[in-house]
């Protein structure tokens, strides 16, 4: 098992279907990457790959990342500093638990798609969908 076969073709439409989906909800511009291996602390390698990916140039600072390290079963949800100084302190947390139900149970195809979706759905009362709105960062799933 690698990243990029963690999730099957179909498992990986669905889960770019759930972003597209949730951006429907709101100006948000959410990713998911995807990598074997996370050799720091959580959180820290994710603020790199959020940095690496230049989720950090969108107009409102509104960038999401999903960052998947699945050999050290590892997960976190970070948000651009646009949202963070908008949303409580435990935005995130609810999110985080129903994943980590969902990937107790080997669902991790649902845990992370209901995840987006229901990041989408928070993030509409911080960060509405604009009828203007422009998609600045990809929807598909990077790797490394």
């Known amino acids: 098992m690698t990243a990029r076969s963690f999730f099957s073709k179909e498992e990986q439409q669905k889960i770019v279907a759930a972003i597209k989906k949730a951006e429907l909800n709101t100006s948000g511009e959410i990713r998911v990457h995807i990598e074997n291996h996370c050799k720091t602390e959580v959180l820290e390698r994710a603020a790199e790959m959020f940095y690496e990916l230049k989720m950090n140039r969108t107009a409102a600072r509104n960038g999401i990342l999903f ?3 699945v050999k050290n079963r590892k997960f976190a949800i970070i948000g651009d ?9 435990n935005f995130w947390n609810d999110i985080k638990d129903e994943m980590t139900s ?3 149970n080997k669902q991790f195809t649902e845990g992370l798609t209901n995840g987006i ?3 989408g759905e928070k993030l509409k009362k911080y960060f509405p969908y604009q009828d203007d709105d422009v998609n600045e960062l990809s929807d598909e799933i ?3």
Not at 81 to 89: D, L, M, P, R, S
């Open 117 to 119: 979706l229901k990041c």
């Open 142 to 144: 990077s790797f490394q």
């Open 102 to 104: 969902r990937f107790k």
């Open 81 to 89: 500093e646009g949202i963070n100084k908008n949303v409580e302190h």
């Open 67 to 69: 960052y998947l390290a």
